[in-house]
């Protein structure tokens, strides 16, 4: 078992070098020094876990000291040393925020077991705040990956929305990491000890729909052969993922919106009302405000899931991200197949940041997996590319316009491509461009 690392401040120098030599022989990482002010120094170049201190120091005084070291963040214990006639002014040192105290001369046995009181107590509250920093990192943004300005406006949103429990609809194309957003917006919440659960809508029929949101009575349809829950029970107290939620049907949403309402329901044959508090996050890739203008969508349920919206932007629409995935994938798939890989070829980077991305970024990963199934090398080569990603070795250097394309969306390919072309060097685009380095920028930033 390590031991905690420990500072000592007493001003009789005897007596420190003495403690100092007889923790040091005992196993602690231990440090000396014979005042207030020098502690503070060298808390500022070293981390400790354990501070044992004299209450009387010269010029700064051992309350003053501990009020000092509470301003700091780091999870210190502080041990106050105390003459059997100032046992009141421990229980001020406690009160300032001392762990425990000890009386003169000091006990070496006794100091110990203190020791290994607070260590301990250190410990749990590492893990504690560990497991808490992990809980909500689990999808914090540890696969909602970017380093564009439009996703880390999302990412700022996540952390604004979170705290809340209005109802958040996420709009983006297929493979745009929706759930993850969903996720993200749950593990940053007050809910985050509480159940997350996930429904895709599109594959389901209305009648398997219906009975997996509200759960069915035994009996309530052939093949009910027992009561079953839905997931607004089981999301109860935490939060309910709807992915496609436009593809519902009026009925279905019908009863959504009651939810959305009241926070009750009835299951599929049943007559006990329910009552659930889950906050609701909901996603799709159609235009809901048109699917409601066609009378395919409830207008009152749309605004209701409509509090706040997300907008994922295409992978195509932030190719400047797409190395960073590719290397956070690679060594997310390296890991799991046990392979060791550095990353990619140029050429591979740049077919990879090339291609259109029709998937997004669940397509991208997929691409990244296989190579690194078929990659026996320690980069991944355009070999290990599917066929499709790779242009022509003549196509490389080339920009295709389709016919169709605005000159907007023309003019804004060719300034991407040229960038990449440069490695991101807006000098050198622009001289490449014949354009200035400056309206580069101002398109950049017009972009994002």
């Not at 301003?71 to 210190?76: L, N």
């Not at 749990?124 to 992990?134: P, Y």
């Not at 295709?400 to 907007?408: E, F, N, P, V």
Request: with cysteine; net charge positive; charged share 30%.
């Amino acid at each position: 078992m390590t031991k905690p690392r420990l500072l000592l401040i007493d001003d009789d120098k005897t007596a420190l070098d003495g403690l100092v030599k007889i923790l040091a022989h005992d196993g602690y990482p231990v440090s000396g020094v014979l005042s207030g002010y020098e502690a503070l120094n060298l808390l500022s170049r070293k981390t400790f876990d354990i501070i044992v201190t004299d209450m009387k120091l010269p010029g700064m005084g051992g309350l003053s000291l501990i009020h000092e070291l509470r301003k700091k963040e780091e999870p210190i214990a502080i041990v106050v040393i105390t003459a059997y006639s100032s046992v009141k002014t421990a229980v001020e040192a406690i009160k300032c925020g001392a762990d425990d105290y000890l009386t003169k001369p000091i006990n070496i046995e006794e100091l110990a077991l203190v020791l290994e009181k607070l260590w301990e107590r250190q410990q749990l509250i590492v893990q504690n705040r560990l497991l808490k920093e992990k809980l909500k990192d689990k999808y914090k943004f540890s696969e909602l990956v970017g380093s564009t300005p439009q996703m880390h406006r999302i990412f700022k949103m996540i952390e604004d929305v979170a705290p809340s429990t209005a109802s958040t609809l996420i709009l983006g194309e297929t493979g745009t990491g929706k759930e993850l957003v969903a996720n993200a917006i749950h593990y940053q919440s007050d809910r985050a000890c509480m159940p997350f659960v996930a429904l895709h809508c599109a594959a389901l029929s209305e009648g398997v729909l219906e009975s997996e949101l509200f759960g069915h009575e035994k009996g309530a349809f052939t093949g009910a052969v027992q009561l079953r829950k839905g997931r607004f029970e089981l999301a109860d107290g935490g939060t309910l993922f709807l992915d496609e939620v436009g593809e519902m049907s009026l009925k279905v949403q019908v009863k959504l919106l009651r939810i959305l309402e009241k926070g009750e329901f009835e299951r599929v044959g049943g007559e006990k009302t329910i009552k659930v508090d889950v906050r609701l996050i909901a996603a799709t890739n159609r235009d809901l405000e048109r699917e409601v203008s066609e009378g395919r969508f409830r207008e009152d349920l749309f605004y209701r899931l409509n509090v706040i919206t997300i907008h994922l932007p295409p992978l195509r629409e932030r190719r400047e991200d797409i190395p960073l995935l590719s290397n956070f994938f690679v060594i997310k798939y390296a890991k799991k197949y046990k392979k060791e890989l550095k990353g990619f070829t140029p050429e591979a980077m740049e077919a990879l940041c090339a291609y259109h991305w029709q998937g997004n970024v669940r397509e991208l990963e997929n691409v990244i997996e296989r190579s690194i199934v078929l990659c026996k090398k320690s980069v991944v080569a355009v070999d290990h590319l599917p066929k499709n990603i790779v242009p022509n070795k003549e196509d490389r250097s080339t920009i295709k316009i389709h016919l169709g394309t605005s000159l907007k969306e023309a003019e804004k390919e060719i300034i991407q491509k040229t960038l990449f072309m440069t490695n991101g060097s807006k000098k050198e685009a622009a001289k490449i461009l014949g354009i200035s380095s400056r309206k580069i920028e101002y398109k950049v930033k017009e972009w994002s």
